[in-house]
């Protein structure tokens, strides 16, 4: 009889079907240059974000992290500011080298509020 290793089943490795985020030490995540199209999930603990030189074209998944303070976006091709909500710590919002068309009617109380209202 086999002993049974945790992780193991029947000899098989289970796996996540979920991809793996690295981990985000000292709450930082750097995952510049990785050819990411979509925002990876974030942890609600990040106090930064370094997402720059990728091919980003939206923002998805970066709204109700309370301790983001710095969002490194530049050099990805998003088009506009969208998606960007409860982040009442932010202090940084790099979006240099994107292909933002105009920033009229730009609320930036979004960026405090989820619901985009104060």
């Known amino acids: 009889m086999q002993a049974h290793k945790p992780g193991l089943t029947n000899g098989v490795s289970v796996t996540s079907a979920q991809p793996q985020v690295p981990t985000c030490a000292s709450n930082k995540l ?16 990040l106090v930064e974000a ?14 109700n992290l309370p301790c983001l303070q710095k969002l490194v976006l530049s050099t990805n091709q998003i088009t506009e500011l969208q ?5 009442p710590a ?14 009229q009617d730009i609320n930036l109380t979004m960026l405090v509020s989820p619901s985009g209202s104060e």
Do not use: E
């Not at 750097?30 to 603990?45: K, Q, W, Y």
């Not at 998606?83 to 982040?87: A, I, K, S």
């Open 30 to 45: 750097n995952v510049s240059s990785r050819g990411l199209v979509i925002v990876p999930p974030l942890d609600a603990r």
């Open 50 to 63: 370094d997402l720059s030189c990728n091919a980003i074209a939206r923002i998805t998944g970066v709204a």
């Open 83 to 87: 998606g960007l909500t409860g982040l």
């Open 90 to 103: 932010l202090q940084h919002l790099l979006l240099q080298g994107n292909l933002l068309c105009t920033l």
